[in-house]
């Protein structure tokens, strides 16, 4: 029988650690020399561009990928990434571990032992390798650096707890602000506190400068979803705003350009917008005085004002995230009269044109570079990013849904009634309104010239097993709850694309932004 799950231990060697350089001598040191016109992507004349061609594309997000042990497996799910047309594989570019450990030394990228920092190369390595795959399948990889998730896990945990797993399970902001405070462990620290960004700045340059010349790397992503409030158990200061995170966006994306001049730089927030924030750069405003009462992503509540961080001149695209189980992205309250599916529905359309409208007027193109909606098979399995245990689920509503199996060829979906789920203040939706809801959103984003649409998350059903020498001890010792993956399946937080209707909807899509490309 396989084993429960793909992620790896092994002893640590501690030849296979790197220390980074002391906060104090963090120095950029490359010097702007651009080969935009060689084989790297960029941004000009609000697209992305490659030698000088019109790039769009689909992509999806593997955040998983750097954790697989087995190197064909890596193989393998690139091959598959490029069947289905997609162009660009988002991975976490980094594992954080804190203390001794017996991990594989390549499912991590640094380590924190008695709150010294430590560069571990053979986690970079796996990376390299990644990219070097990748470029083989003319793939490219946009290489996340560090997540706004980071809640504390419970020790040796099992199953979909299991460290390298879920997307939050990799360390982030608050494992940086820890180390450096621990007895302030306030998660907006990370934004203004010259020990905790000299912290961030030793691992860009360790990952950075080693990657600067691969021309399989699409983008950094400074962080998944920057925000002033972490994870569930995690505090914040009060003084956290969007001038908070925007500085940062700039300071930070300047210092990864010093590193590296070839690669383009991402915020990685996830578009919120704040419509009576006073900016930092100036730009033509777009909001109407009398727009109304705004929603949570419309009031800079998050700590974000991706119009601002849009207009940064060392941030080369915009970006933005839809996860409407999570987040109320209407930007005014709902009608009462309307079912709650197609306000949901609606909400993601308008949120999509917000956005393209928006990168419009900054003359740079647009990334929607995560989004998911968690179907009532895998609700069993959701874990909201900002927590560590999945999220209880009960049925609320039940109606027919006739032709259930039936769906438009040009992603806009059919009308229908069907059933939900609710779990805590999120929606759990029904397999028929999951593929009317990605056909729609995928078709508006791609009929409205968004320059890049990646998914969240990526499903694979053919990995190997773990290979059992390198697993931990603590592994060998414990079984493997339900939802661990058993049989090689990746990774699932409640998004993972397994279903072929779905599959199906992304090549869609994938063929679409190929055509734009004139690549189809």
């Known amino acids: 029988m396989r084993a429960a799950s793909l992620f790896a231990g092994g002893l640590l060697a501690l030849s296979n650690v790197v220390a980074i350089p002391g906060t104090a001598k963090v120095k950029p040191t490359n010097t702007p020399n651009k080969r935009w016109n060689d084989g790297f992507v960029h941004a000009e004349g609000g697209k992305f561009k490659i030698n000088d061609k019109d790039f769009f594309f689909a992509g999806t997000t593997a955040y998983w990928l750097n954790q697989v042990q087995i190197n064909q497996d890596i193989s393998t799910t690139l091959n598959d990434v490029a069947s289905d047309g997609l162009k660009v594989a988002r991975i976490w570019g980094f594992r954080e571990v804190v203390g001794e450990t017996n991990d594989d030394p390549a499912t991590f990228t640094q380590q924190w032992v008695n709150g010294q920092q430590k560069c571990n190369q053979p986690g970079i390595d796996r990376i390299k390798f990644i990219l070097d795959e990748a470029e083989k399948r003319n793939l490219f990889v946009q290489l996340v650096l560090t997540n706004n998730w980071a809640p ?10 299991q460290p390298g797993y879920l997307s939050n399970s990799f360390g982030g902001i608050d494992t940086f602000v820890k180390q450096v405070h621990p007895e302030n462990c306030d998660h907006d620290l990370f934004y203004t506190d010259d020990a905790v960004k000299a912290a961030f700045k030793n691992w860009l340059s360790c990952i950075v400068p080693q990657l600067s010349n691969h021309k399989a790397l699409f983008a950094w992503e400074l962080v998944n979803d920057p925000r002033c409030q972490g994870a569930e158990g995690t505090t914040t200061s009060g003084n956290c705003n969007t001038q908070t995170i925007t500085r940062w966006v700039a300071e930070l994306s ?3 350009k010093s590193l590296d001049p070839n690669h383009m730089v991402a915020s990685g927030d996830g578009g919120f917008f704040c419509k009576n924030c006073q900016k930092l750069n100036s730009h033509s405003k777009r909001w109407n005085s009398d727009y109304g009462p705004i929603g949570p992503a419309f009031d800079g509540s998050q700590g974000i004002d991706t119009e601002d961080i849009l207009r940064i001149p ?26 709650a599916f197609d306000s949901l ?3 993601g359309l308008d949120w999509i044109d917000e956005h393209i409208s928006s990168a ?8 929607w570079a995560a989004f998911g909606l968690v179907e009532q098979d895998d609700a069993p399995f959701f874990v909201p990013f900002n927590s560590t245990h999945v999220a209880d689920t009960f049925l609320d509503d039940t109606s027919n849904d006739t032709n259930p199996e039936d769906w438009d060829d040009h992603f806009d979906g059919l009308p229908d009634t069907v059933t939900r789920r609710v779990k805590r203040a999120q929606r759990v939706s029904s397999d028929r309104q999951q593929r009317r809801a990605y056909g729609t ?10 320059h890049g649409i990646t998914n969240y998350q990526r499903g694979q059903s053919n990995l190997s097993h773990r290979d ?3 697993r931990s001890i603590q592994a060998r010792q414990d079984s493997h709850s339900a939802g661990s993956d058993e049989g090689g399946n990746s990774p699932n937080d409640g998004y993972r694309i397994s279903k072929e209707g779905i599959k199906v909807i992304f090549r869609r899509t994938a063929s679409a932004q190929n055509a734009n490309s004139g690549t189809a």
Do not use: C, E
């Open 441 to 450: 959103w995928a078709g508006r984003a791609v009929r409205g010239g968004a």
């Open 345 to 347: 529905l609606q909400d």
């Open 360 to 367: 419009a007027a900054a003359g740079k193109p647009v990334h």
């Open 468 to 470: 059992s020498s390198k």
């Open 152 to 161: 504390d896990f419970p020790p040796n945990g099992k199953g979909n707890q």
């Open 314 to 339: 060392t941030i080369d695209f915009g970006g933005f995230q839809l996860f409407p189980d999570q987040f109320d992205y209407a930007a005014k309250p709902h009608d009462p009269s309307v079912p």
């Open 254 to 256: 300047q210092f990864v």
